[in-house]
């Protein structure tokens, strides 16, 4: 597959996009050749099907089949845009009755990034939205031409392309600490009194609500939200109680109110959390504390501005870090899940030992092998996991899916009596080689990582295991010579041979879905 180039499939003239996209190479394939092509396949290791609503004279049905065909013979990267439409005006409830019908339609075409795996939407109507039809789409020429996207909508196209890219090989953050006083709220609590902090319908309150509408938005996608304050804990629990906002105290999963130093504060949630500082942002309007985060902590940390409220809207909606290109279920519950967290510590602290704090959770680990389903969460847990995962190989999608045809690839979902806490485990198993074994931090220390090695062992019993050390993972460097493993060699890596069963905890269930 030719990497770093990208193939057009579209029913409208493309050449025009290689003036804004001249970093790439890109191949534009035959005018009207979208349903064909895809039937043929193509080289290139990135594919953008870039269509205008002439396009869906045809049926919906004929592009689902095609993709489905095409995606069974290659893994390339797809782009493909929802479209937008003008009317006829001559009734206005016929305009709505097309409207509704235009949204189904892009629903339809944004289902296809949950069928089909990579697939990534470019949300042209969003766009068209914003920036107005006519801006975007030239009528004359759209006809006359087969050239409908005006200078503007490519430049905005090739924008959406090149940050969608970016998507396909980073890693979301997982947390955003956010201040309070001129950042979620206009004023400070302490000066201006809860009665004249500015949230409301107004101007500039209403741009705090939004921004807080915004943070609730992420946080339902899968970004946990903490809260730093140096303020008295008090009057800001009051703010919450008194003030009608979108956010609650219940929707950050940990909060520190007090005078110490917020990378302080920072630093022991973090490890409460089990979660690194590189899985975070810091928003504040302090220069002081931006500058105190990042010398001190290292944090990517951007500056809100109290005396215009609309830049700091702008500032979280050009965070590529934000975004993502699909939302699993496990990124929709992330912040419940660290709620029933919460509980968990505080039943382990007033427990006398850690046995009974495992006897008393019934945990019960849920094993399944090669399942495509799971694809898309275990392609996630591999490529972001750092402190509990042996060797840290990164594998892309495609390359898991190829595992799941040529290997073992085991995936160890977790529930109590608190709560699921869904997929949280992977071990790939090549030629009796643990080639990949990583857990999600937040369930350690309670023997689900021995009683999974335990299943494994019993599964493969003639294994062999390797550490590879990285910056970030020395939590687990003795964990095989502890679980039952021969250490037989030491170089860069530890070499590792299976040579004794491994202790299986009474208390921990399994259930293996074969």
Not at 84 to 91: D, M, P, V
Not at 196 to 210: A, S
Not at 222 to 235: P, Y
Request: one cysteine or more; charged letters at 25%.
């Amino acid at each position: 597959m030719l990497q770093n180039k990208i193939a057009l499939l579209s029913n409208t003239i493309t050449k025009p996009l290689n003036r804004f996209l001249k970093e790439y190479e890109l191949t534009h394939y035959p005018l009207d050749s979208v349903i064909e092509q895809l039937y043929k396949g193509v080289e290139e290791s990135t594919l953008i099907i870039l269509l205008d609503a002439n396009f869906f004279q045809n049926e919906f049905a004929l592009l689902e089949n095609a993709i489905a065909a095409f995606r069974e013979k290659s893994t390339a990267k797809i782009m493909i845009n929802t479209i937008s439409e003008t009317f006829h005006q001559i009734y206005t409830p016929l305009n709505m009755e097309q409207e509704l019908e235009l949204l189904e339609l892009n629903q339809k075409i944004t289902s296809l990034s949950e069928k089909f795996l990579n697939i990534a939407i470019l949300d042209f109507y969003t766009l068209t939205k914003k920036y107005g039809y006519n801006n975007l789409i030239n009528e004359k020429n759209r006809y006359l031409f087969q050239t409908p996207f005006t200078k503007l909508a490519l430049e905005l196209l090739s924008k959406e392309i090149k940050e969608t890219l970016t998507l396909f090989e980073t890693t979301r953050v997982k947390a955003i600490a956010v201040d309070a006083d001129n950042t979620l709220w206009g004023g400070i609590v302490g000066e201006d009194g809860i009665e004249n902090i500015q949230i409301d319908n107004n101007y500039p309150g209403v741009v705090y609500r939004k921004f807080q509408e915004y943070l609730l938005a992420l946080q339902r996608s899968g970004i946990i939200l903490i809260l730093l304050s140096k303020n008295d804990e008090k009057s800001v629990q009051e703010v919450f109680e008194l003030k009608n906002m979108p956010l609650t105290l219940g929707d950050f999963v940990a909060t520190a109110i007090n005078w110490n130093a917020k990378s302080e504060n920072l630093e022991a949630i973090l490890h409460q959390l089990k979660l690194t500082k590189s899985n975070l942002i810091f928003l504040d309007d302090s220069d002081a504390e931006i500058e105190e985060m990042q010398s001190r902590m290292g944090i990517p940390s951007y500056k809100m501005n109290p005396k215009n409220p609309l830049e700091n809207l702008e500032t979280l909606q050009h965070i590529t870090a934000l975004k993502t290109l699909k939302i699993t279920q496990e990124d929709r519950k992330k912040s419940l899940l660290y709620q029933d967290e919460k509980e968990r510590l505080e039943l382990s602290s007033s427990l006398g030992s850690k046995e009974d704090f495992i006897a008393s959770l019934g945990i019960c680990i849920k094993v399944s092998c090669n399942n495509s389903k799971h694809l898309q969460r275990v392609s996630q847990l591999i490529n972001k996991t750092n402190q509990f995962n042996l060797t840290t190989k990164r594998y892309n999608i495609e390359q898991v899916q190829e595992l799941m045809q040529s290997a073992s690839v085991y995936d160890f979902s977790v529930e109590d009596k608190f709560g699921d806490m869904g997929l949280v485990g992977v071990v790939i198993i090549k030629e009796n080689l643990i080639d990949t074994f990583l857990m999600s931090c937040r369930v350690l220390g309670r023997g689900i990582e021995e009683r999974i090695l335990a299943f494994i062992t019993q599964k493969h019993p003639n294994l062999s295991a390797l550490y590879i050390p990285t910056p970030k993972n020395t939590l687990v460097e003795e964990f095989y010579e502890k679980s039952g493993f021969k250490l037989l060699k030491k170089d860069t890596q530890k070499h590792y041979k299976f040579s004794k069963s491994v202790d299986i905890n009474k208390h921990i269930k399994v259930e293996y879905d074969n």
